[in-house]
């Protein structure tokens, strides 16, 4: 029932996200105006993020639960433990923008361009490297179907918040002029949806992941 309930919830979003780029396009309005600004994946601090946002904190309070019950197997409480931070920390990121901040005093130090138009994603990506180094043996040493599961739900959310990220940064470096309409331009449009889509698809995919592991690995406390 969560998982039918986000599916829906982000289809629902994509159809006015759609809507409002449509409605901006066709009336020749700035992308200030109210209806862009609060359903547009591209804007902050609107319904698409609140519901990303609120997407991590699932994740964090489900990963807590499991750092904090009996499992039918080997556990690692900082594994699990260290996951629900990092996603809590993933939740204030998304609704405060973080990252950009991160990256414009990150540009004030070193020159960005193309892929790295988006300068968040170097101290970013260096994270993710170190993180990856940290967490890959207590990762594989998850059940098979578990393993797989918790990988492929990372690697959409990879590509869409960092390759497409990349990508659409490219883009505009090399493309767009005006960056006060690039949001109307039809491919950067088409790059930060499926980099939206590709974020909550495997943000959801983790939720199912993690419900099912729990169903299956969390003993009931007598």
Do not use: C
């Amino acid at each position: 029932m969560v998982t039918i309930a986000l599916a829906i919830a982000i289809f629902v979003l994509l159809i006015l996200h759609f809507w409002s780029y449509s409605y901006t396009l066709s009336n020749n309005l700035s992308t200030e105006n109210w209806y862009f600004r609060k359903l547009n994946f591209g804007e902050e601090k609107n319904a698409p993020s609140v519901f990303s946002t609120l997407l991590y904190v699932i994740i964090s309070v489900l990963l807590f639960k499991i750092a904090t019950s009996n499992l039918a197997i080997k556990k690692h409480n900082v594994f699990w433990i260290s996951l629900g931070v990092i996603f809590l920390f993933l939740g204030a990121d998304e609704l405060l923008r973080i990252h950009e901040k991160i990256g414009g005093a990150f540009s004030d130090n070193v020159e960005t361009s193309g892929i790295f138009y988006y300068s968040w994603v170097i101290p970013y990506g260096i994270a993710l490297i170190i993180l990856g180094i940290f967490i890959v043996k207590p990762l594989f040493s998850l059940p098979r179907r578990t393993l797989i599961s918790f990988i492929s739900a990372g690697t959409i959310f990879i590509i869409g918040a960092v390759g497409f990220e990349m990508m659409g940064g490219w883009y505009i470096d090399n493309h767009i002029i005006d960056h006060s309409t690039m949001y109307k331009s039809r491919p950067v449009f088409i790059l930060y949806t499926i980099e939206e889509l590709l974020e909550m698809i495997g943000l959801s995919a983790f939720i199912y992941a993690l419900l099912r592991f729990q169903e299956k690995y969390i003993i009931p406390r007598p």
